[in-house]
C-alpha cells in the first residue's frame, strides 16, 4: 500500500491529467509511481525530465542503459521498477538467457563486493 493517495484521473488537475495522457501513450498505462507523484506536479515534471533525459539516446545504447536501470532496481529491490525495467528489456528483444546472465553478473559482483567489504580489502596502489 502507498503511503501517499494515488491521483485517479478524475481527480487529477488538468495539468497532471496532460501528463498522465502523454505516459499512457508513451507506456500503456501511468505508472504508479507518477500517480504518486502528481500529489506534488512540479516534482512530477522534474522527475519525468530528469529520466527522459538520462534514459535518451548517447554513447551508451537503450538496451545497456534499461540493463543498467534493472541492475540498480535490483540492488535496491524495487519490485516496482524491476517489473517495469524487465517489461522494457523484453519489449526490447532481451531474452531469458540474457536477463539471468546480467543476474548472474550481479550475484557475482554483489557477492564478491561483500567479501572485499567484510574482509576490509581495499585498492591497493
Do not use: W
Amino acid at each position: 500500500m502507498s503511503t501517499v493517495k494515488l491521483i485517479q484521473d478524475q481527480d487529477a488537475s488538468p495539468e497532471v491529467k496532460h501528463i498522465f495522457a502523454h505516459l499512457e501513450e508513451e507506456k500503456g498505462m501511468v505508472p504508479p509511481t507518477f500517480r504518486a507523484l502528481a500529489n506534488f506536479p512540479d516534482y512530477m515534471k522534474a522527475t519525468l525530465m530528469k529520466m527522459k533525459t538520462v534514459m535518451a539516446p548517447g554513447k551508451i545504447d537503450a538496451k545497456t542503459k534499461m540493463l543498467i536501470a534493472l541492475t540498480t532496481s535490483i540492488n535496491n529491490n524495487s519490485d516496482m521498477c524491476i517489473a517495469s525495467h524487465t517489461k522494457q528489456l523484453r519489449n526490447m528483444g532481451v531474452t531469458d538467457e540474457e536477463l539471468l546472465e546480467v543476474i548472474a553478473v550481479i550475484d557475482g559482483t554483489v557477492g564478491l563486493n561483500r567479501v572485499n567489504t567484510g574482509l576490509r580489502i581495499f585498492p591497493q596502489e
